[in-house]
Nanobody, 118 residues
Framework: EVQLVESGGGLVQPGGSLRLSCAAS????????MSWVRQAPGKGLEWVSA?????GITDTVNSRFTISRDNAKNTLYLQLNSLKPEDTAVYYC??????????????WGQGTQVTVSS
């Protein structure tokens, strides 16, 4: 059974940083692309960042965010820097359906809340 468990969210002041983690199990983590998607209060899902299976190819909607992965630890990360109130959202990690960085996502975690507020 595929499981994706996010952690690392919380309350942070504007300008602060957080590192989100996503622990994966139930599949061969290093064979699949992974993504981060977020949902702000009252808004739809917004793609944030993606990384290919080997970690060599990444894509992100915002240069303040850096995606990475440790295939030996079956863990995906998202470093959030210079956070703004508009970054407040639930952040989800998602598994891609192949090793291609922009593969369609087929499994999702439960999400971790990030709140940016003074």
């Amino acid at each position: 059974e595929v499981q994706l468990v996010e952690s690392g969210g919380g309350l942070v002041q504007p300008g602060g940083s957080l590192r989100l983690s996503c622990a994966a199990s139930g599949f061969t983590f290093g064979s699949y692309a992974m993504s981060w998607v977020r949902q702000a209060p009252g808004k739809g899902l917004e793609w944030v960042s993606a990384i290919g299976a080997s970690g060599g190819i990444t894509d992100t909607v915002n240069s303040r965010f850096t995606i990475s992965r440790d295939n030996a630890k079956n863990t995906l990360y998202l470093q959030l820097n210079s956070l703004k109130p508009e970054d407040t959202a639930v952040y989800y990690c998602a598994k891609g359906g192949s090793n291609w960085v922009h593969a369609a996502m087929d499994y999702w975690g439960q999400g971790t809340q990030v709140t940016v507020s003074s």
